[in-house]
């Protein structure tokens, strides 16, 4: 096994994985998760999703759904998902000083504590050959809503304050978007120009 980095403080290193190929669900149709286990506190998140989001559309969900509640991690474990080595994620960790360590494909050679979690989460999620149910229907007779599937998209009026909440994070998101344009511009123009095609003349 390979021993990891010890955290000092709750979300400074995380181990981050994929649960894909699930039946889609809600009213966006998630068919994947993103499970993110902070090494220190040993806390799980599960962030519904799809499994072809992109490096920029993972990177979105983590900032949105996450890093605004913990901050900034500085180490993050995977096992080379190439979302996490695109050259826009390479370059988020330059401009933030963060790095990312990898982990073997199961069974791994790190602390595995996202693969435990997957685990659990599939125990917790899936129809069970037993039962043929899942183990939210059985107990609270439905799936649970998720509380992006309950937001109103036909809402004539929204109170001015609600209105101002939903501008700023609009503008929140946007902002974070040209960012990550910006980066992953930066980063293909530095790409481009240390691995130009070489050229040859004729009887070279």
Excluded at 136 to 142: H, S, V
Aim: glycine content about 2%; charged content about 25%; some cysteine.
């Amino acid at each position: 096994m390979i021993k990891i980095q010890e955290p000092s403080k709750p979300w400074e290193i995380v181990h981050m994985d994929w649960v894909a190929d699930l039946p889609p669900e809600g009213d966006r149709s998630y068919n994947a998760f993103l499970v993110i286990v902070d090494i220190f506190s040993k806390t799980p998140i599960f962030l519904p999703c799809h499994k072809d989001y992109t490096a920029m559309d993972t990177a979105l969900l983590i900032w949105n759904r996450l890093i605004s509640c913990t901050a900034i991690f500085t180490n993050i474990i995977n096992d080379r998902d190439p979302k996490f080595t695109s050259a826009l994620w390479k370059n988020l960790h330059q401009l933030f000083g963060t790095k990312l360590s990898f982990s073997t494909a199961y069974p791994p050679q790190t602390d595995g504590l996202a693969e435990r979690m997957i685990q659990t989460l599939e125990d917790m999620t899936f129809i069970h050959a037993s039962t043929n149910q899942t183990p939210a229907i059985l107990e609270k007779g439905l799936n649970p809503k998720l509380p992006q599937d309950s937001l109103r998209k036909d809402l004539v009026e929204i109170h001015p304050t609600a209105g101002s909440f939903k501008v700023i994070l609009d503008k929140t998101r946007k902002h974070a978007i040209s960012f990550m344009e910006d980066s992953f511009a930066y980063a293909k123009d530095k790409w481009d120009k240390s691995h130009a095609t070489p050229y040859f003349k004729v009887a070279e």
